[in-house]
């Protein structure tokens, strides 16, 4: 049976908690749940089949016991099922999105939210009063660190890039439907990650090239990815750090959940940047999480925003204010489209000549 938000727990006058006040209450509890099924293997071992509690403990070398603790929980967060012979077994909607094996997979992120927005969110409170977060001083680095932390291993930058690829790409794919034609011109995807967007637009436009411009560390994903779509002739990468590094030459450059990770000062320098380096009638494409124009949602943007305070130097913005950024820096004709999923674009573009 699944945790009836309505029945439990009751206020003290006997009246059950608003569900949003119970999950504001327990929603910590709830990601520790998720993020420890994760980090025990416990997805990887049910993607194969249903298990039962003692062979997902010898599995996972867990204590059966506790173990059985942990999948109850799950199970009434509707993480995981049990079946009528009491096997456990991921929900067939969840399984696209928590097998590592699957295009879809979101599980790479966790990591970063276990190791690092966990403890961040630990000092909301000084931010708040404050109106900057110390996390990164307070543990011997700086706001670069954020971005380090992503991409200091190998293995912590494939499962990185795996879950921004997830998170990304059919957006990307729903996006492109909705642009005008970009034709045989050169795409830069600056800060690109994992390639997602390069290759949406690549599958979409048979003319067009791209690049990828991003920390050194994500040449392997991204010439993997290329060589995986075949699109290795028109998709390569070149190692940039575009605050300092000139801008590689393009007519288009895509700023994917960028302008949100950094301060205005520095996402204007940028976008300074951008604007002088492409040629007449280029454009720029931004693409990002979007407030409502009353900001009063979606509630996970709202969380990210301050995840942008904490862990970066950044923050979410609705549609208005980007277009109004950009028109500050000379952009014309800004467009807005909106996709089905958390990714949104808003394009700009470069006066051509009278």
């Not at 409170?125 to 380090?148: K, L, M, P, Q, Y």
């Not at 642009?179 to 390639?195: A, H, I, Q, W």
């Not at 990770?261 to 380096?277: N, Q, V």
Request: aromatic residues 10%.
């Amino acid at each position: 049976m699944k945790f009836d938000l309505h029945d439990e727990p009751r206020s003290s006058t006997g009246g059950a908690w608003p569900p949003a006040l119970i999950h504001a209450t327990h929603g910590f509890m709830s990601s520790q749940v998720l993020f420890t099924l994760d980090e025990i293997g416990a997805f990887e071992q049910l993607r194969v089949g249903p298990l039962s509690i003692t062979q997902l403990a010898l599995a996972t070398k867990c204590d059966p016991n506790a173990l059985d603790r942990l999948v109850t929980a799950g199970v009434t967060l509707g993480l995981l099922e049990r079946s009528a012979q009491r096997e456990i077994l991921i929900p067939s909607q969840l399984l696209p999105l928590l097998d590592p094996s699957s295009p879809r997979c979101i599980t790479g992120i966790f990591e970063h939210f276990r190791r690092v927005s966990l403890r961040a969110f630990g000092v909301l409170t000084d931010a708040i009063r404050h109106g900057r977060s110390c996390f990164w001083e307070d543990h011997g680095g700086h706001v670069e660190g954020a971005f380090e932390s992503m991409y200091s291993t190998a293995e912590g930058t494939s499962k990185f890039a795996g879950a921004m690829w997830a998170l990304g790409y059919h957006a990307a794919t729903e996006l492109c439907e909705m642009f005008p034609p970009l034709g045989s011109r050169c795409l830069v995807d600056l800060g690109g990650g994992s390639g997602s967007f390069s290759i949406a637009a690549l599958e979409r436009w048979p003319e067009l090239t791209a690049v990828v411009a991003d920390l050194p560390s994500m040449k392997p994903v991204v010439e993997a990815a290329a060589v995986q779509r075949g699109l290795q002739q028109r998709l390569s990468f070149v190692a940039c750090d575009f605050f300092r590094d000139p801008l590689p030459r393009a007519d288009i450059y895509a700023l994917g959940y960028v302008l949100s990770d950094w301060s205005y000062e520095r996402g204007s320098s940028l976008l300074t940047r951008a604007y002088d380096a492409l040629p007449p009638g280029g454009l720029v494409l931004v693409l990002e999480r979007l407030f409502d124009e009353d900001r009063s949602g979606p509630a996970t943007t709202a969380l990210m925003d301050l995840a942008m305070l904490l862990e970066t130097q950044g923050m979410h913005r609705t549609a208005r204010e980007y277009v109004q950024w950009l028109q500050r820096f000379g952009f014309v004709d800004c467009q807005v489209y909106r996709s089905s999923q958390e990714k949104h674009a808003i394009i700009g573009f470069k006066p051509s000549r009278s």
